[in-house]
Every structure is written in structure tokens, then in C-alpha cells.
Nanobody
Framework: QVQLVESGGGLVQPGGSLRLSCAAS????????VGWYRQAPGKERELVAT???????NYADSVKGRVSISRDNARNTVWLQMNSLKPEDTAAYYC??????????????WGQGTLVTVSS
């Protein structure tokens, strides 16, 4: 079984920064494309950023220039560096990964989420 654990959320003032982590654990798996999503209260979950196993990245227009996604394949960890945070960035942030194992083939895994609150 492969699990994703997010961390790094918290309360930050507008203009501040946070670095979210998504760590994958399990036996004999390959981590493919990983994405960060967020869901604000009363809103649908939306894509924030993705990164492929080769390091190609993609960002939502709402966060371009303020957010950077990166990964360490050896550590099966993906980070989301968020700068110049705005109140509208307040949401639960979720990590999603495409995973491959010999037993199950390709499947998706979601983390449990980490809460980011941007408020003065």
C-alpha cells in the first residue's frame, strides 16, 4: 500500500510564505506525476500545480509566479513553495500522485490534506 502524507500547513499572514511537503511511503512503487490540489470552503477542489517524474511543471494561472513545485525522486517527496500568499489561498491542500507497482499497475493516491489559512 502506498500512502501520501502532507505537512507544512498553518496560519500565515498575507504576503507570507509556506512550504508544503508531500511524502510518499510504501513498498516497491514508482511515483509518477504528482499534483497539489486545494479546496476552499464551499468550493470545488482545484488544481494548483503538477510535476512529472522528469521534473516538468505546470501551474494554475491563479498561482503562477507565486508558487513553485519541486521533487526529490530519491526521497519520494514533493514540495510546494508558496510565496506572497493571499487570503484567497486559504484552503485545504491535497497531494495527489500517480503510482505504479508491479502488483497493482497504475493507480492514484490522495493524501489526507493540510490546511493553509492566510489571515491577518
Amino acid at each position: 500500500q502506498v500512502q501520501l502524507v502532507e505537512s507544512g500547513g498553518g496560519l500565515v499572514q498575507p504576503g507570507g510564505s509556506l512550504r508544503l511537503s508531500c511524502a510518499a511511503s510504501g513498498r516497491s512503487f514508482t511515483l509518477n506525476t504528482v499534483g497539489w490540489y486545494r479546496q476552499a470552503p464551499g468550493k470545488e477542489r482545484e488544481l494548483v500545480a503538477t510535476i512529472t517524474s522528469g521534473g516538468s511543471t505546470n501551474y494554475a494561472d491563479s498561482v503562477k509566479g507565486r508558487v513553485s513545485i519541486s521533487r526529490d525522486n530519491a526521497r519520494n517527496t514533493v514540495w510546494l513553495q508558496m510565496n506572497s500568499l493571499k487570503p484567497e489561498d486559504t484552503a485545504a491542500y491535497y497531494c495527489n500522485a500517480g503510482v505504479r507497482t508491479l502488483v497493482r499497475g497504475n493507480f492514484e493516491v490522495w493524501g489526507q490534506g493540510t490546511l493553509v489559512t492566510v489571515s491577518s
